[in-house]
């Protein structure tokens, strides 16, 4: 379950990582007089979507009038089907050079992975394929956590003065605490911000806590309406489903090799236009997750990862085969299988008329790569 900025920040506050003062508004009335204290603020859309700058979703004030024009503008405006209903706002910071910091789950490591670079404020995920050099990466065993000194060491490789990498180290501990804490699949701090007098900041946050840990976290509960129309779709079966911006539709059996899957796809130059997940209590549900995924019209092909064990491969097989005899798969699939159930899966595809049916999703990766230059 992914939280809005303001939360994440409000988790951020319990575990004492620097934030700016903010004030959460529905109206230019509400935030009057921290504008009057703060000016010039940052405006910013609150709604459980990325690229928020890219749709006009966030704006500097810096007079009364102009504060209220935003306000009033992005109030009800639209960004991905998300109404927003608040804004964030903050004072506007001098910012002298920003930093990525972020931790994921890497399940197939069975490892917490911590990513930090000093080339903040991009996506990562663009970083990761541009420059992948940039990002710092450490795998973290969840039983031994990670101490200060090697956080530190961590943090050295940073082109920053002692003074700065002390305070990174120290914000990079408090992330973890709060990630192990809550449970969560993300935690990201994009960008993490140097200011010109030298504090840190963690300027914006977002957070995704695992679906089976929100009920000891009942106050991030969501309202259906703080959902994408095909996401409320995906929650009513229990499908994880995340909606991207990409076009290529994707399946896994699996948060981490969901995660991986969408690395293999933009390392190839595809872009993931979601990220669904069907395992555990679901994995019988996949021809429903075809149906869910292809509901997008931006899926110009799909790409279905799967490593069976508790969720086997042929049982999911099943379902996929289903949807494709059906025809209501009428763009390029892709399918790497391996693990319980992966060779009777394989030839049940195979059997219902499937072509790309791969062990290695590497390989599956670049196929799907090279199938989408020709749609």
Excluded: W
């Excluded at 997750?289 to 799967?306: M, Q, R, T």
């Amino acid at each position: 379950m992914k939280l809005f900025e303001f939360e994440a920040k409000e988790i951020f506050k319990k575990n004492e990582i620097p934030v700016l003062d903010s004030a959460l508004i529905k109206s230019p009335e509400n935030g009057m007089d921290f504008f009057k204290e703060y000016k010039p603020v940052i405006v910013k859309s609150q709604v459980l979507s990325g690229g928020r700058g890219k749709a006009g979703g966030i704006k500097i004030a810096s007079n009364e009038e102009e504060f209220r024009v935003v306000v009033n503008e992005l109030i009800g405006k639209k960004i991905k089907d998300l109404i927003v209903k608040r804004v964030l706002i903050e004072p506007k910071v001098d910012i002298a050079s920003e930093l990525y910091m972020g931790y994921t789950i890497d399940r197939a490591n069975k490892c917490i992975t911590f990513m930090l670079s000093d080339e903040g404020g991009v996506e990562i995920e663009t970083l990761a394929k541009e420059k992948p050099t940039a990002i710092i990466k450490e795998e973290i065993d969840i039983m031994e956590g990670i101490a200060r000194p090697r956080m530190e060491e961590i943090c050295s490789g940073l082109n920053c003065s002692k003074e700065i990498i002390d305070k990174i180290a120290v914000t990079g501990i408090k992330l973890y605490n709060a990630v192990t804490e809550y449970e969560c699949q993300v935690a990201e701090i994009n960008p993490l911000v140097i200011t010109e007098d030298g504090s840190l900041l963690a300027v914006d946050a977002r957070i995704s806590i695992y679906d089976e840990a929100v009920y000891k976290h009942p106050e991030y509960e969501k309202e259906e309406d703080t959902f994408t129309d095909i996401e409320k779709r995906a929650h009513r079966l229990d499908l994880g489903y995340v909606e991207m911006n990409g076009n290529v539709g994707v399946i896994g059996n699996g948060a981490g090799l969901n995660m991986a899957t969408l690395d293999i796809l933009q390392f190839y130059g595809a872009e993931p236009a979601n990220f669904l997940e069907v395992s555990g209590r679901t994995y019988h549900k996949a021809a429903e997750a075809i149906e869910i995924v292809l509901s997008n019209p931006g899926v110009k092909a799909i790409f279905g990862n799967f490593f069976g064990c508790i969720s086997r491969c042929d049982v999911i097989a099943g379902g996929l085969a289903d949807a494709y005899k059906k025809r209501v798969i009428k763009v390029p699939m892709v399918i790497a299988m391996r693990g319980t159930g992966g060779e009777e899966g394989r030839k049940t595809l195979k059997v219902a008329g499937l072509t790309e049916i791969f062990e290695n999703d590497i390989e599956a990766g670049k196929k799907l790569a090279e199938i989408l230059k020709e749609v």
